[in-house]
């Protein structure tokens, strides 16, 4: 299970950090993704972490301004969004991926991941 937190309203330039906690299963056997959806459009893959070698992967939009990382001993991953604009107003979902294809995968949908988060809401006013 996936668990999503830490969404909410700020002003454009603020910041928010999303968690995403998992039970039922260590973090370290999978890559993590994050994902949003915006109103009327399609969800797209923000990032990705790959928890055994820290390897992180970003959307081009999102470079400079967002940050994935991992925690083991919390069994969380974490989503620091600083320098927030009102388009990344969405719903932040992050998902689990054993295969670890998500690394390259996350790009491109469809994102066929089993394991989801319910998704948080992230509100961004100009």
């Known amino acids: 299970q996936l668990v999503e937190s830490g969404g909410g309203s700020v002003q454009a330039g603020g910041s928010l950090r999303l968690s995403c906690a998992a039970s039922?299963?260590?973090?370290?056997?999978?890559?993590i993704g994050w994902f949003r959806q915006a109103p009327g459009k399609e969800r797209e893959g923000v990032g990705c972490?790959?928890?055994?070698?820290?390897?992180?992967y970003y959307l081009d939009s999102v470079k400079g301004r967002f940050t994935i990382s991992s925690d083991n001993a919390k069994n969380t991953v974490y989503l620091q969004m600083n320098n927030l604009e009102p388009e990344d107003t969405a719903v932040y979902y992050c998902?689990?991926?054993?295969?670890?294809?998500?690394?390259?995968?996350?790009?491109?949908?469809?994102?066929?991941?089993?394991?989801w988060g319910q998704g948080t809401q992230v509100t961004v006013s100009s």
């Open positions: 972490i790959s928890p055994p070698d820290g390897a992180t």
């Open positions: 998902a689990a991926d054993p295969t670890f294809f998500m690394t390259t995968g996350w790009r491109y949908p469809p994102y066929p991941y089993d394991l």
């Open positions: 039922g299963f260590t973090l370290d056997d999978y890559a």
